[in-house]
């Protein structure tokens, strides 16, 4: 079959395909498909877009998974960008039969982009906002030196999963000391206020004044944007490229809290669309192995497309057939299983969607477990299905990455920044954090301090632009 009939039949397809998705009820942006070669679909993968700044920790992810495809060991057969209009890059080589299935699934991820609570203040004009900050990246290259600006990246991408994604409903906002104003500041105005000066000293002394003098006035999760606003080093141009790698992480971050749910979702829709549409014999075959791939389950980790797939099937069945005692205790009527799906697509994250719906019954089914390293090897260290559950949940907490917050931002009275871990009993990398001090140090470009947990016991590291130290406290 030459190219041009490929395309035409697979225009068809996407015809019938889109037309038995709205059937179901998606609810999805205008779709564009694009077929690219391997070279091409590998860097948008490396890049996780299509425009990006350029940097090498992208081209060391590109090497990686192209290596990997060119041995079959891995391979990427599409990528679909959260956008209004959504797009989708089919991988050239891909049959017939695969691209169908992937035009399924991506009509599945951009239905839940679309209607996801956690994605409602994403961006949808992220490759315009990408392509322009590359742009300027690029000139802060010509105009400050290649190697400079490189190393000023190291340093953001250090430190750039500890944001907030959530900071946008917060209107407080916290002040250095050296902005924060005396009491007389908000107090209301009125012809006496030059009286205020008369006591200058007993004014400072109030409790309204030492509590104003804590900074920030409570701990801050968003490390990036307290950097952003607060660190006195900062170049316009560093300020920028922060912020921009600060925005472009809060655009992924939703993608990241719904991977399973976002996948099972994809895998749900997938397999339900190509159920309904014509295939021969050799396609239905060839279908079966493609799926059976996507859901291979592994002893060393998780795949989402399986689990987030059997929990929305439970889901529907126990909603549409309860038993007499959720019937009675629940509420539940019956029937209601796709309507309820349709309602923990649009509310849940991956924490409460494995909180709420993962049962004893499919923990045992999917024999899943927990394991750890003993001596030499990794064996299993628990198997009761709450400790397994919320295990999970909690490798889940934060997208995975150390709770941080910013506990001062003038510790010593020297504008050092103090940093502590909410430990919950996983102990820090002591290797990465010596690594990532010296980062935090570049951006605040003061003396930086990290309060953790080691051994049970409290432990600060710090450095001062020269080495890093530890002690207990």
Same mark, same amino acid.
């Given at each position: ?29 205008d779709m564009y498909f694009e ?59 891909? %049959? ?46 010509? =105009?400050?030196?290649?190697?400079r600006v490189e190393t000023f ?18 209107? =407080? ?5 050296? *902005? *924060? ?8 105005? %009125? ?63 939703? *993608? ?28 239905? @075959?060839?279908?079966? =192995? ?82 750890? =390293? ?30 941080? @917050? ?19 009993? %996983? ?47």
């Amino acid at each position: 079959m030459n190219p041009k009939e490929e395309i035409k039949l697979l225009e068809q397809a996407l015809v019938k395909i889109t037309a038995k998705a709205r059937d179901y009820g998606l609810d999805f942006y205008d779709m564009y498909f694009e077929i690219c070669p391997a070279d091409i679909i590998y860097t948008f993968g490396a890049y996780g877009m299509p425009t990006r700044y350029s940097h090498w920790t992208f081209g060391k992810s590109y090497h990686k998974m192209k290596t990997q495809y060119d041995y079959n060991l891995g391979r990427i057969y599409e990528m679909v960008i959260n956008s209004n209009p959504c797009y989708a890059f089919l991988l050239e080589g891909n %049959t017939l039969i695969q691209n169908k299935l992937v035009m399924a699934h991506v009509l599945g991820h951009c239905d839940f982009f679309k209607n996801n609570a956690y994605f409602k203040n994403t961006s949808r004009d992220m490759v315009e906002s990408m392509a322009a900050a590359a742009e300027r990246f690029r000139g802060y290259a010509f =105009k400050y030196g290649h190697d400079r600006v490189e190393t000023f990246i190291d340093a953001v991408i250090a430190i750039q999963e500890h944001v907030e994604p959530r900071v946008r409903v917060k209107n =407080k906002k916290s002040e250095s000391p050296r *902005q *924060q104003k005396s009491c007389r500041a908000t107090a209301p105005e %009125t012809p006496y206020d030059d009286l205020w000066l008369l006591d200058e000293k007993q004014e400072n002394d109030c409790d309204k004044c030492k509590q104003a003098k804590k900074f920030p006035e409570e701990p801050e999760k968003d490390l990036m944007l307290f950097i952003i606003q607060h660190s006195k080093e900062l170049e316009d141009w560093q300020r920028d490229i922060m912020s921009v790698v600060r925005h472009e992480m809060l655009y992924f971050w939703p *993608q990241m809290e719904t991977k399973i749910m976002n996948e099972g979702w994809a895998t749900y829709w997938h397999l339900r669309i190509m159920r309904e549409i014509d295939l021969d014999e050799a396609e239905a @075959l060839e279908f079966a =192995k493609m799926h059976s791939g996507i859901i291979q389950t592994s002893r060393a980790r998780i795949n989402p497309y399986h689990l987030g797939l059997k929990i929305f099937e439970d889901i529907e069945k126990r909603w549409d057939n309860p038993s007499p005692e959720e019937k009675e205790k629940l509420g539940r009527p019956g029937g209601d299983g796709r309507e309820k799906i349709f309602e923990v697509r649009a509310e849940e994250n991956d924490i409460s969607f494995l909180r709420n719906y993962l049962t004893r019954e499919l923990i045992d089914e999917l024999d899943l477990y927990l394991y750890k =390293k003993t001596g030499y090897e990794w064996k299993i260290s628990d198997k009761e299905w709450e400790t397994v559950r919320d295990g999970i949940v909690n490798s889940l907490t934060n997208c995975g990455y150390p709770y941080i @917050l910013v506990q001062d931002g003038d510790f010593n009275k020297r504008g050092e920044l103090y940093l502590k871990h909410s430990f919950e009993g %996983t102990e820090l990398d002591v290797i990465y954090l010596e690594k990532t001090l010296p980062h935090v140090y570049t951006l605040w470009g003061r003396p930086s301090h990290l309060e953790t947990v080691l051994d049970n016991k409290p432990v600060l590291f710090s450095y001062n632009g020269e080495k890093v130290s530890k002690k207990f406290l």
